[in-house]
T-cell receptor
Framework: RKEVEQDPGPFNVPEGATVAFNCTYSNSASQSFFWYRQDCRKEPKLLMSVYSSGNEDGRFTAQLNRASQYISLLIRDSKLSDSATYLCVVNRGTGGFKTIFGAGTRLFVKA | SQTIHQWPATLVQPVGSPLSLECTVEGTSNPNLYWYRQAAGRGLQLLFYSVGIGQISSEVPQNLSASRPQDRQFILSSKKLLLSDSGFYLC?????????????FGQGTRLTVV
């Protein structure tokens, strides 16, 4: 079983739609969580951190459920520019801090 | 401010040739350093990570090796490349110790083994 698992998609949604991604992680010792965005043939960049209390940044909302070991990302009012791959990221601190990426979920927003 | 440099951006190498990719970080000390590979249309695979000079952990058995000769320098190497080594290689750093900071990526090296 992979340490971080995501639905690869693709998710094809019209502009203005709301779309949600989920991600599960297997290591209960995981300490911090992030969502990254990766555009085609580019390096990943941080979209937002995921806190236990949940956090919101404009149209983006991230939630963490430690008991069930999953992370979610909600995008409201999708824009064409939201088309990208969204990577779930988990840091665990056992014997050295290690950052593990999910394989990513591809999103296509269409006019 | 912190910056990460990775080079070269693009590389075409014949099968059996050696490889050396270099990554350096500026503006921070004792970072955690990572090498990832992304095959075409696939997710990021962690290859190596390092929490300090000379300390390398390997995630998957492979044809590659990594070294950290200086605090902010991370090198990915191979003695003989295979076709399957083709991919997008990304170096990244995050805060040292048990910091939960985000990971910052270099712009990547697109390697094609022919």
């Amino acid at each position: 079983r992979k340490e971080v698992e995501q639905d690869p998609g693709p998710f094809n949604v019209p502009e203005g739609a709301t779309v949600a991604f989920n991600c599960t992680y297997s290591n209960s010792a995981s300490q911090s969580f992030f969502w990254y965005r990766q555009d085609c043939r580019k390096e990943p960049k941080l979209l937002m951190s995921v806190y236990s209390s949940g956090n919101e940044d404009g149209r983006f909302t991230a939630q963490l459920n430690r008991a069930s070991q999953y992370i979610s990302l909600l995008i409201r009012d999708s824009k064409l520019s939201d088309s990208a791959t969204y990577l779930c990221v988990v840091n665990r601190g056992t014997g050295g801090f290690k950052t593990i990426f999910g394989a990513g979920t591809r999103l296509f927003v269409k006019a | 401010s912190q910056t990460i440099h990775q080079w070269p951006a693009t590389l075409v190498q014949p099968v059996g040739s050696p490889l050396s990719l270099e990554c350096t970080v500026e503006g921070t000390s004792n970072p955690n350093l990572y090498w990832y590979r992304q095959a075409a249309g696939r997710g990021l695979q962690l290859l190596f990570y390092s929490v300090g000079i000379g300390q390398i952990s390997s995630e998957v058995p492979q044809n590659l090796s990594a070294s950290r000769p200086q605090d902010r320098q991370f090198i990915l190497s191979s003695k003989k490349l295979l076709l399957s080594d083709s991919g997008f290689y990304l170096c990244a750093w995050s805060g040292g110790g048990k910091s939960d900071t985000e990971a910052f990526f270099g712009q990547g090296t697109r390697l094609t083994v022919v």
